[in-house]
């Protein structure tokens, strides 16, 4: 046996990959089912690291945004921020994150006991603090900060909106130009990159709406 370390850093405190035959085996992947998260990605493993690569680029800092809008008496902003990490960690095989998460967006949909919400936040809080520690071992690829075009989001606007609010999935081939030119614009592009990643183009719909409102 030896060493397995293709899309995987390998250190101690990470995820540790050795070849059994041709079959790499994780000893560490406590957080993501690979092989759920790489049949989303049709089995090409290119695909997977970059949809775990944008989720950590999106999603990194989610938590701390759902706390903020509690703290600010938002339980709609927290809720659909729920609801979109539910759907995103889905789709790279992070099972126990996105059943909490579909917990919580129940909880704030619902008024129900402080205290049950309280537990369920701290089960969300540790799901993704693993997560991410398993997602810091991945190798970093670092590209160009871009500046924000208000032009070019305007027009790009004009474009996809029609289609988010028909729920038209044309709106994916868009995808790659959406993160280029919507992220950095700051929290409201990743949360409507995260929205179309995970398919929920209503809700997209209302955050592009939102960032039109503020260009």
């Known amino acids: 046996m030896k060493n397995w370390s293709r899309g995987w850093k390998y250190s101690e405190r990470c995820y540790s990959?050795?070849?059994?035959g041709d079959k790499p085996i994780s000893l560490f992947d406590k957080a993501i089912n690979k092989t759920l998260g790489m049949a989303y990605s049709t089995n090409n493993e290119k695909n997977y690291f970059r949809t775990l690569r944008d989720f950590k680029k999106i999603h990194g800092k989610v938590l701390e945004r759902i706390k903020s809008s509690l703290?600010?008496?938002d339980r709609d902003s927290a809720r659909r921020l729920a609801h979109s990490l539910k759907s995103s960690s889905a789709l790279i095989g992070a099972e126990t994150l996105s059943g909490i998460a579909i917990k919580a967006e129940k909880a704030l949909e619902n008024s129900g006991s402080q205290a049950e919400a309280d537990k369920i936040m701290a089960e969300l809080e540790e799901a993704f603090t693993e997560l991410m520690a398993e997602l810091d071992c991945l190798p970093e690829t670092e590209a160009p900060k871009m500046a924000f075009d208000k032009d070019r989001a305007l027009a790009l606007t004009e474009k996809i909106l029609p289609l988010l609010d028909k729920s038209d999935a044309m709106v994916l081939s868009f995808?790659?130009?959406?993160e280029e030119v919507f992220l950095p614009f700051g929290k409201e592009g990743e949360e409507l990159l995260g929205l179309i990643d995970s398919f929920d183009l209503s809700e997209a719909a209302k955050v592009l709406i939102k960032i039109k409102s503020m260009l």
């Open 71 to 73: 703290e600010a008496g």
């Open 17 to 20: 990959i050795i070849l059994e």
């Open 175 to 178: 995808r790659d130009e959406v």
